[in-house]
């Protein structure tokens, strides 16, 4: 159990472009989601909190303009990276909390396999 | 602020035993965690401390001292798929409802033959 899939798995995109990525938990529901990004070889920055209906809390120094962040549900929250430029290639990463508390530990986090986004 | 520190890289052999520490400075704390991740995967579960002392888990332990602000990952009989970054991260807890993982700045490890 408590599974959160992303898609999609790496994507390539044209500098300017946007770009869509989706977290989705499984099998259980999720209040709580983060973002985070991961340059190579660094360790994992946390964007943005997400919260079911109602807006993201954004990390010092993350454009929450540029990194628009929707939680529509229980179960999903997207990340859209508005005009993207090559500086925003990079690993991103969700996690969800589940509200069950479903690992054992208080307020697990369950990370999903991350997104590769290249921007050219 | 929160200021989490890792040995960037480390080296060990096959069956051997290795321990990462790292230390923290943070504002709030309710909880350590450590996460093995491979490269270009997500972070996965390792251990999680809490209180003080030793948590067992297999050919893994963690430690914890909260006064002294310090974990330690053990792994022992080291086997060749142990070659990963591991990631200490100290759950926040400030803000209830939000508990943020704050990561460390993870630890290479390679293991040889």
């Known amino acids: 159990g408590a599974v959160v899939s992303q898609h999609p798995s790496w994507v390539i995109c044209k500098s300017g472009t946007s770009v869509k990525i989706e977290c989705r938990s499984l099998d259980f529901q999720a209040t709580t989601m983060f973002w985070y990004r991961q340059f190579p070889k660094q360790s994992l920055m946390l964007m943005a909190t997400?919260?079911?209906?109602?807006?993201?809390?954004?990390e010092q120094g993350v454009e929450k303009d540029k990194f628009l962040i929707n939680h529509a549900s229980l179960t999903l929250s997207t990340l859209t990276v508005t005009s993207a430029h090559p500086e925003d290639s990079s690993f991103y990463i969700c996690?969800?909390?589940?509200?069950?508390?479903?690992?054992?530990?208080?307020?697990?986090?369950?990370f999903g396999p991350g997104t590769r986004l290249t921007v050219t | 602020g929160q200021n989490i520190d890792q040995p960037t890289e480390m080296t060990a052999t096959e069956g051997a035993i290795v321990q990462i520490n790292c230390t923290y400075q943070?504002?709030?704390?309710?909880?350590l965690f450590w996460y093995q991740q491979h490269a270009g995967e997500a972070p996965t579960f390792l251990s999680y401390?809490?209180?003080?002392g030793l948590e067992e888990k297999g050919r893994f332990s963690s430690f914890l001292s909260r006064s002294k602000g310090y974990s330690y990952l053990l792994l022992k009989e080291l086997q060749m798929k142990d070659s990963a970054s591991y990631l200490c991260a100290v759950r926040d807890g400030r803000n209830t409802g939000f508990q943020k993982l704050v990561f460390g700045t993870g630890t290479r490890l390679l293991v040889s033959p």
């Open positions: 943070t504002s709030g704390f309710n909880g």
């Open positions: 997400s919260n079911e209906g109602s807006k993201a809390t954004y």
């Open positions: 401390n809490v209180l003080d």
């Open positions: 996690s969800a909390i589940s509200l069950a508390g479903a690992g054992g530990v208080p307020y697990e986090q369950y």
